[in-house]
């Protein structure tokens, strides 16, 4: 049975994460806009059960293939998104993952320069 989530669930879940784990200074460039599209997409929490692909999150965030696939890398190196496929010639997706705590932000920082 599906639970309907409130605004003030995924306004929580961005001000955490952005704001209170600090990841907001490290995301650059156009992964905001990837992030918050997946966010969106999965109704503001992390649920490793809603997936986004590439071909959708260009079209949502009307940004290029490769500045999508750019983000999704950066995303996926600070721990925020997941990718289910690594295959070549297989569509990808995306899901929000649960990400480090705040703890965790500092050695993120170092590794991402």
């Not at 995924?10 to 990841?23: E, H, M, P, Q, S």
Request: charged share 20%.
């Amino acid at each position: 049975m599906a639970v309907a989530l409130t605004q003030s669930t995924a306004d929580d879940w961005v001000k955490t994460v952005l704001f209170d784990r600090g990841y907001l200074s490290l995301i650059r460039g156009e992964a905001i806009k990837i992030y918050l599209a997946i966010i969106q997409a999965c109704g503001g929490e992390p649920d490793r059960s809603v997936t986004i692909s590439l071909a959708r999150l260009a079209k949502r965030t009307q940004l290029s293939t490769p500045t999508v696939i750019e983000s999704l890398a950066r995303l996926e190196k600070l721990g925020l998104v997941v990718s289910t496929t690594r295959h070549k010639g297989k569509v990808s997706t995306y899901y929000v993952s649960a990400p480090p705590p705040r703890a965790a932000v500092a050695e993120v920082k170092s590794s991402v320069g």
